[in-house]
């Protein structure tokens, strides 16, 4: 099992930028992709970024594409999301997951989750 703890939500102004963090319990990190996903009131959780176990591949969805971007530290066992250019739609609580082996889009595939935190961008 892997226990994920996020930090580093906040307020920010539309354009600017934010770096939120996961870590992990665990020696066995490094065999879990990650995910992050987000989820703003009263819709579903959403796909955000995801990436490979060593870190070599990372997916993203169109709406982050060129603003955001996903790396991890597996010395550290920690995932990051940076996210420049915010703007208020991206407002919401962001969410880091995990899932042996292989990435996956859909949120019904990540067995690990960790308690979110809240990004807020204002206009």
């Known amino acids: 099992q892997v226990q994920l703890v996020e930090s580093g939500g906040g307020l920010v102004q539309a354009g600017g930028s934010l770096r939120v963090s996961c870590a992990a319990s665990?020696?066995?990190?490094?065999?879990?992709?990650m995910g992050w996903f987000r989820q703003a009131p009263g819709e579903e959780r959403e796909f955000v970024a995801a990436?490979?176990?060593?870190?070599?591949?990372?997916y993203y969805s169109d709406f982050v594409k060129g603003r955001f971007a996903i790396s991890r530290d597996n010395a550290k066992y920690t995932v990051y999301l940076q996210m420049n250019s915010l703007k208020p739609e991206d407002t919401a609580v962001y969410y880091c997951?995990?899932?042996?082996?292989?990435?996956?889009?859909?949120?019904?595939?990540?067995?690990?989750w960790g308690q979110g935190t809240q990004v807020t961008v204002s206009a």
């Open positions: 997951a995990a899932r042996p082996t292989y990435y996956s889009r859909s949120s019904k595939e990540y067995a690990y």
């Open positions: 665990g020696r066995t990190f490094r065999a879990y992709a």
């Open positions: 990436i490979s176990t060593g870190g070599t591949s990372t």
